[in-house]
Nanobody, 129 residues
């Protein structure tokens, strides 16, 4: 059973930085494609970054390029999302997701959620101006 647990959200002022973490367990040595998504109130869920644990990526949504960085620590089975220069528009619930296949390119950020079988519970990020 693959499980994901996010942490690191919080309330910050615009211009600040945050590091979100997602601990992933239960996947095999063949690796996993890991992604970060966010959903703001009243909006659809948006894929912001993805990478494979051993092959492929990173991939970013155009809206976050230059401010978001996804990384992975294989030893800790943890994927991170570093966000800098936070903007009020970044306010959302951030979710970590995984699929036990290759990412297959940046398109993985815009395909349907059924391409991502495993999800964490989410961590809230609130940015005040």
């Amino acid at each position: 059973q693959v499980t994901l647990v996010e942490s690191g959200g919080g309330s910050v002022q615009a211009g600040g930085s945050l590091r979100l973490s997602c601990s992933i367990s239960g996947y095999s040595d063949s690796g996993a494609c890991m992604g970060w998504f966010r959903q703001a109130p009243g909006k659809t869920r948006e894929g912001v970054a993805a990478m494979h644990s051993s092959s492929g990526g990173p991939y970013y949504a155009d809206s976050v390029k230059g401010r978001f960085t996804i990384s992975h620590d294989n030893a800790k089975s943890t994927v991170y999302l570093d966000i800098k220069a936070l903007e009020p528009e970044d306010t959302a619930m951030y979710y970590c997701a995984a699929r036990l296949k290759l990412c297959g390119g940046s398109r993985i950020l815009i395909v349907g959620e059924n391409y991502w079988p495993y999800w964490g519970q989410g961590t809230q990020v609130t940015v005040s101006s």
